[in-house]
């Protein structure tokens, strides 16, 4: 079973970048989509970026993030990353990473088909 693990939260003023991380412990399956979830205080969770896991180069993000934010991975290394660009105060939340099968068309925001979930990290934005 893969375990997730992700890092590089912290606090940035608005306007600022921050860099998250999500390392495997074991490579994740092709065919997979890995999702980056999103859960501010008191709100649900919601999905903010995906991308496949294969050859096909597949990347999706929710409007909320289009354009500010950037998923990426490093087959090498067993890790995705999410490059958060001129954050605001309404990016502050708890993030998370989560594995599903069956690829991201149509149904990476479906937190109830990822069955493998890191623990989060924290990513605060102060105005």
């Known amino acids: 079973e893969v375990h997730l693990v992700e890092s590089g939260g912290g606090s940035v003023q608005s306007g600022g970048s921050l860099r998250v991380s999500c390392a495997a412990s074991d490579n994740v399956p092709t065919g997979s989509c890995l999702g980056w979830f999103r859960q501010p205080p008191g709100k649900e969770r919601e999905g903010v970026a995906a991308i496949y896991i294969g050859s096909v180069n597949y990347r999706a993000y929710s409007d909320s993030v289009k354009g500010r934010f950037a998923i990426s991975r490093d087959n090498a290394k067993n890790t995705v990353y999410l490059q958060m660009n001129s954050l605001k105060s309404e990016d502050s939340a708890v993030y998370s990473c989560?594995?599903?099968?069956?690829?991201?068309?149509?149904?990476?925001?479906?937190?109830?088909?990822?069955?493998?979930w890191g623990q989060g990290t924290q990513v605060t934005v102060s105005s």
């Open positions: 989560a594995v599903k099968l069956g690829g991201c068309t149509g149904t990476w925001t479906r937190t109830d088909l990822y069955k493998t």
